[in-house]
């Protein structure tokens, strides 16, 4: 079985959306210095501490250890639209989300005229 490497991977998170590692530490709850001494392997992060850091870059645990590249499947407005949610604060993405779903309301009860 092939080692994973768990700072490796939230480096990679954390380049993938352009955060800083202090965005990361604010998203996640986590103090700055914890986050830090993590990240500088001397501290592999414990479960709780993972979990948190999982919320705050709003994935699963699952998708965080997931080695298939999920993104290679969308499509680049897909893809723009991702980095755009992953800037946006918590009471940020629950308006996008109810404005998403407004559209998809309004388009379903809309005829379709051609």
């Known amino acids: 079985m092939q080692e994973f490497d768990v700072v490796a991977r939230i ?11 202090y965005r990361l530490a604010k998203a ?8 830090s001494t993590m990240l500088h392997k001397t501290n ?17 645990l ?17 893809k723009h639209c991702l980095g755009v949610w ?3 604060d918590k009471p940020g993405q629950e308006l996008a989300l109810a404005y998403m779903q407004g559209l998809a309301d309004r388009q379903e009860h809309k005829p379709n005229i051609k």
């Open 11 to 21: 480096q990679e998170l954390c380049q993938a959306r352009s955060w800083t590692y």
């Open 28 to 35: 996640s709850g986590i103090p700055y210095s914890t986050l």
């Open 44 to 60: 592999v992060p414990s479960v709780p501490s993972l979990i948190k850091i999982c919320d705050g870059l709003g994935i699963t």
């Open 62 to 78: 699952a998708q965080f250890f997931s080695d298939q590249d999920e993104s290679a499947k969308l499509t680049a407005e897909q």
């Open 86 to 88: 992953s800037t946006l």
